[in-house]
């Protein structure tokens, strides 16, 4: 179950007796025990029915005699085990033993960042449990984990606020929840946040490189490709030094691309480009995105926009916006590329 099948199973109000937190990505996962403690917690008897217990700081014996009690004054109780891989193996034996006939006045959730399934205590309470997996976003879902949020506060980001946020505060969700409070704060009564908005209230905080900017140029996302180029720019990055190492990865991007055709293998293709292979797939996606001909566009644009840098009075910004406009759109000049991937 991901996170935004757990938050509509919640709303279902058929509640399971044990759910098993899994992942890294501590924002989401404070999130859903915080839905579930409203759901099933009564805020007049939390002190009673609410435990939370760590892994290495309480015993399996503590917890059964915990989540074997009644609740108090309320027809349910939550416990909470924070980190339970911690728990020595006896202790998870009990817990898997627990589960095979749970208290059904009580719902526990097991909260661990990473359990090891071949271990036979972890792979019952998994079976016996409601299983949430927690990764961290990538990169293109966390525009609509932003939507998602300001929705559920009858708020709503243009597309141009929503990328620029992203790119001046990266991926960290908790990160990106303290500027939009920020933000809404500001708002004046508005119901829509827009680029303005974010640029008034959120600084940067995120460092790109060009590496950043090649993926989004490689992904042919105009938009983000812009954004990160003008907070590069911003922080003092040279416009040279910025076409140098587009042109660097195109010429990386057409050695992919004709190594593909000729079906060459990963260490093939490591060798001809010092690629790292971890990032193999990547570029034969993004390789993938241009065709041969737009190529010679490109090399085009490129030796166009590094001779205005180096020649022209023209304005360093708009120079490489228009190259990424270009690139991107494919509106360039053709040049010869033999000699480039020789």
């Known amino acids: 179950m991901t996170y935004s099948e757990f938050k509509s199973h919640l709303e279902k109000k058929q509640l399971s007796s044990s759910y098993l937190f899994v992942g890294s990505e501590d924002f989401l996962i404070d999130d859903c025990l915080k839905r579930i403690i409203d759901q099933v917690v009564d805020p007049d008897t939390k002190d009673f029915n609410l435990d939370v ?18 609740p108090m004054l309320s027809d349910s109780r939550l416990v909470v085990v ?17 589960l095979e006939k749970p208290v ?4 526990l959730v097991l909260t661990s960042p990473k359990i090891d399934l071949r271990n036979k205590a972890f792979s019952k309470i998994k079976s016996q449990s409601v299983y949430i997996e927690f990764k961290p976003l990538y990169d293109n879902e966390v525009p609509t984990w932003i939507q998602s949020y300001l929705k559920e506060k009858n708020l709503q980001i243009s597309h141009e606020a929503g990328i620029l946020i992203q790119a001046r505060v990266g991926n960290n969700l908790h990160a990106l929840v303290n ?36 993926d989004a140029i490689g992904n042919r996302d105009l ?23 587009i042109t660097r ?19 093939e293709i490591t060798g001809l480009t010092g690629i790292p292979p971890f990032f193999i ?23 166009q926009a590094d001779l ?23 509106v360039g000049t053709d040049i010869n590329i033999k000699s480039l991937i020789s």
């Open 53 to 70: 217990f760590y892994g290495n700081e309480i015993d399996a014996g503590k917890i059964l005699d915990t989540v074997n009690a009644y």
């Open 249 to 267: 990865h195109f010429v990386n991007l057409l050695k992919v691309k004709g190594a593909m055709t000729l079906k060459k293998s990963q260490n």
């Open 104 to 107: 059904s006045s009580t719902k």
């Open 179 to 214: 500027e939009l409070d920020k933000i809404i704060l500001n708002l004046a009564g508005e119901r829509k946040i827009e680029e303005a908005d974010v640029q008034k209230v959120v600084g940067i905080s995120r460092n790109f490189s060009v590496f950043n900017l090649n």
């Open 308 to 330: 205005i840098l180096k020649t022209s009075q023209q304005s360093r910004k708009i120079a490489l916006q228009t190259l990424l406009i270009k690139i991107i759109n494919d």
């Open 223 to 245: 938009n983000k490709s812009l954004t990160i180029l003008n907070l590069m720019l911003e922080s003092g990055e040279s416009p040279t030094g910025i076409v140098a190492m």
């Open 281 to 303: 797939r990547k570029s034969k996606e993004m390789a993938s995105n241009y065709s041969t001909p737009q190529f010679q566009h490109i090399f085009g644009s490129l030796l």
């Open 82 to 98: 924070k980190d339970f891989q911690k728990l020595p193996a006896s202790g998870l034996d009990l817990l898997a033993k627990y």
